[in-house]
């Protein structure tokens, strides 16, 4: 089907079949066959329900007024800093293992290929675990709460940041490292000395990152039951508490405002960091 | 003292302050640490459970129960784990798609090569918004309007991803090669030849790599938002988790594993052949 | 067929890139335009395609006052004019032929442009132009996947696509290695002999500038301070361009000079 060109001076040239068409029709195949999974339940929408939920949210409710809403907030600041603790604690203890299970799975540091790739493929496996997920299973044997949740986060935060890690670590320049062997520096000290200083900056950006995700997703595990936040809520939010949504819309007021900040200040001092 | 000896003494003398604040922030950074992880709660009567539970709990985790996952024997296909993964799948790209859409004007409008320096920070902080709106709230609202099920679930990907699609399109954006779109205008080309011929080859490579990496984080999002009766694998797993149907969480952990490392292979090859 | 009467430009910032220039063109020359960087050579050559525009004197194209041309009629005027860049400014991820046809943009409306469709006559046009250049093999490979060289000869014929009666160079050889930057002035040549397509380049290297054009234009701090034939030029005249003797990279290694 490819045609050919001829040219005036008689010289010939196939033309490439374009792929791109066919690429294009197989997406949108696939995507009406996704459709046909997530039936569009037009019937089922109802405006009104809409709009009386978005009023419920963000005007007061139950004979409150707009002050009530500052002494609410000193309210709910013990949860809140609840689901900070929980983020916070969880990036930090995820990031103490990351790093030397990054070490070991670094191409370029411990050179033994089996060890290398039999962590990277068990790092994957950690990595496909959503956090919810993780957080159910840890619940399941130690009850929700707290700890489940930061064991949770823990073990997310491990399988992100030793990924980076140990991609930063390929990354690093190795003749500072050639340069200490010849002196006769042990591994550790190498380490120390050359891998260390290099990639100091990135790992503190790659916390802030991480930490950054672990807020969003604390709300969830909230959700699911690991305190927090998130628990009041869901609370706030259910069917029999209409009277109450307004507390809800404060807090995702309150939380979407706070990782805001943090989404800026953390843009900030990663291009302090550079 | 030489000039050397001088200079080299006030040097001396600044080290000692990246010493302290080095220190300093060690020392807050475990502070904080110790506090965040005093205040623990540990159902110890669940731990003891455990404890004494923990040879059978094994056991049956290791007793996938194969027939939930394929939906064999007392369990229709439509009850199956496989069939849930599917919905799962299938929310997550819906989702995309639509996110991928409609994240293009306004990523867009926030380059600032294109829009120029307010519409853009405008524009940019409307995707910050979208981008930090938790998301379950937003599936909580949306099936609020369309009611549960798998619909609401691909809206609620859908707006959210606009927010860091949206965000990485203006970044490819603003970074790509402006050597082109010089050539054309000297070529005689209209604005939107320049846009077709110059700005779309250049860019739509880094779109789809976007697109695709998106896709794999919305996978775990629909996960997620099944929890909340979004449709998807979330809800099973809540139950089976309650239930402590350990047989039935390994299927689910197996199907989770087998998807989402698949569309990780796939979408890293492909992103690989797209640079 | 240009004609610069008294032209000037001043930036916004108030620097004077070009004061009272004066000069005459005609078809079929090929013109080196010589200087120190930052005399002026970049946007006296973009003035004459009107992408900086003058802020005094008068500029003719064809005895067409070029301040008055605008839209519809801007397109029409730059589209028999062919560009050359120092960095190519090729579309990396696109093919070369896509590259090349992109060339002939300004013969078709938005409409008909926009699904990427050209006519046959454009496409065998393009493929022509490949040929001419001498790499119609390479037509179908992505242009991010060839050498420096071929890469300056695609926009070559990306520029004879647009069967222009002028094309404009800026630094065109100054990313190649010594050999390829050569070859790819004989293109240049053959351009101007074979189609008599009239050359205007900037040039870097002294010494090509002299080999290759019949005409040398030199500039300092945005005047013209030499304007003749290339066997005019002495070391003297140099010598004024620059300021200075020449240094040693405003020199070829392996070109031979002719002074």
């Keep these: ?274 | 003292m030489t000039e050397n000896q001088l200079s080299l003494n006030t040097k001396l003398k600044q080290k000692p302050k990246t010493w302290i604040i080095n220190w300093t922030i060690t020392l807050l950074f475990s502070l904080f640490f110790i506090y965040s992880i005093s205040d623990s709660s540990i159902n110890w009567r669940s731990v003891e459970t455990f404890i004494t539970n923990f040879p059978n709990t094994i056991r049956r985790f290791l007793n996938p129960d194969w027939d939930w996952l394929f939906g064999l024997e007392i369990y229709k296909f439509s009850q199956s784990v496989i069939y849930f993964s599917i919905e799962t799948l299938a929310i997550a790209f819906v989702g995309t798609i639509i996110g991928a859409i409609l994240a293009l004007p306004i990523g867009v409008l926030a380059s600032k090569n294109i829009t120029g320096n307010k519409t853009s920070k405008v524009s940019d902080f409307v995707l910050i918004l979208i981008r930090t709106f938790p998301e379950i709230v937003l599936a909580i609202i949306l099936i609020g309007l369309v009611g549960p099920g798998a619909f609401a679930g691909a809206i609620t990907i859908g707006i959210h991803s606009i927010g860091m699609l949206g965000k990485l399109y203006s970044e490819a954006i603003e970074n790509m090669d402006k050597g082109p779109i010089e050539a054309l205008d000297a070529v005689g080309a209209t604005t939107f030849q320049k846009l077709r011929y110059a700005v779309v080859p250049n860019v739509m490579p880094d779109f789809l790599s976007i697109i695709l990496y998106r896709f794999d984080i919305n996978i775990r999002s629909s996960f997620i938002l099944g929890f909340v009766l979004a449709g998807g694998l979330g809800a099973p797993i809540s139950y089976a988790s309650s239930e402590r149907n350990w047989e039935g969480i390994s299927a689910i952990i197996i199907a989770i594993m087998v998807m989402v490392l698949s569309i990780e292979y796939i979408s890293t090859k492909l992103r690989k052949k797209l640079v | ?259």
């Design chain 3, 1 to 259: 067929m240009i004609k610069f009467e008294n032209v000037s430009k001043v930036y916004p910032n108030g620097f004077k890139a070009l004061k009272d220039i004066n000069l005459e063109i005609h078809e079929g020359e090929f013109v080196a335009i010589i200087g120190l960087s930052g005399a002026g050579k970049s946007t006296l050559l973009r003035t004459i395609n009107k992408i900086h525009d003058i802020t005094s004197g008068k500029l003719y194209f064809d005895h067409v006052d070029v301040s008055t041309i605008h839209g519809k009629d801007l397109r029409i005027f730059r589209r028999n004019i062919g560009m050359i860049f120092q960095s190519f400014n090729l579309v990396k991820r696109m093919s070369v032929f896509k590259n090349v046809l992109a060339g002939r943009v300004a013969y078709h409306s938005t409409f008909k442009t926009l699904f990427g469709i050209f006519p046959k006559s454009d496409q065998i046009l393009a493929l022509e132009a490949l040929d001419k250049m001498g790499i119609l093999d390479k037509a179908f490979e992505r242009a991010d996947r060839l050498s420096g060289g071929q890469m300056q000869r695609v926009a070559l014929a990306r520029a004879l696509a647009q069967e222009p009666k002028l094309i404009l160079a800026d630094e065109p050889v100054a990313s190649l290695d010594p050999i390829t930057t050569l070859s790819v002035m004989d293109d240049f040549q053959r351009i101007n002999k074979e189609f008599g397509i009239t050359i205007i380049t900037n040039m870097h290297h002294v010494d090509l500038a002299l080999k290759y054009a019949s005409r040398v234009i030199g500039i300092k701090e945005g005047r013209i301070v030499f304007d003749g034939k290339t066997s005019e030029v002495t070391e003297a005249v140099l010598e004024n361009i620059y300021g200075r003797k020449l240094t040693k990279d405003e020199v070829l290694e392996k070109a031979e000079v002719v002074l």
């Design chain 1, 1 to 274: 089907m490819a045609k050919s060109y001829v040219l005036p001076n008689g010289k010939v040239i196939k033309k490439p079949t374009n792929l791109n068409w066919v690429y294009f029709l197989i997406v949108l195949i696939l995507f009406i066959y996704a459709l046909t999974w997530t039936p569009i339940t037009v019937y089922n929408i109802k405006f009104d329900r809409f709009f009386t939920l978005i009023r419920q949210l963000f005007t007061p409710q139950n004979g409150r007024d707009w002050g009530d809403y500052f002494s609410y907030t000193i309210e709910i600041w013990t949860p809140f800093m609840e689901t900070i603790r929980t983020s916070f604690a969880g990036t930090a203890i995820g990031a103490i293992f990351a790093i030397p299970v990054a070490l070991i799975s670094a191409n370029n540091l411990i050179k033994i290929k089996w060890i290398n790739e039999t962590t990277k493929f068990i790092l994957s496996l950690v990595r496909t675990m959503p956090i919810a997920i993780i957080a159910v299973l840890v619940a399941a044997f130690i009850g929700f709460g707290n700890t489940a949740g930061t064991i949770a986060v823990s073990v997310f935060s491990f399988g992100i940041l030793a990924k980076m890690i140990y991609e930063s670590l390929e990354t690093i320049d190795m003749t500072p490292l050639e340069a200490l062997d010849a002196t006769g520096a042990t591994t550790l000290q190498k380490i120390h000395t050359a891998v260390i200083p290099q990639v100091k900056p990135i790992l503190i950006s790659y916390f802030i990152y991480v930490f950054e995700i672990n807020i969003r997703a604390s709300v969830i595990l909230a959700y699911v039951g690991a305190g927090g936040i998130g628990q009041i809520l869901r609370e706030n939010l259910g069917p029999l508490e209409w009277y109450n949504r307004d507390k809800a819309g404060l807090i995702i007021i309150l939380l979407t405002v706070m990782v805001v900040i943090l989404n800026y200040s953390s843009n900030a001092i990663r291009r302090k960091l550079q």
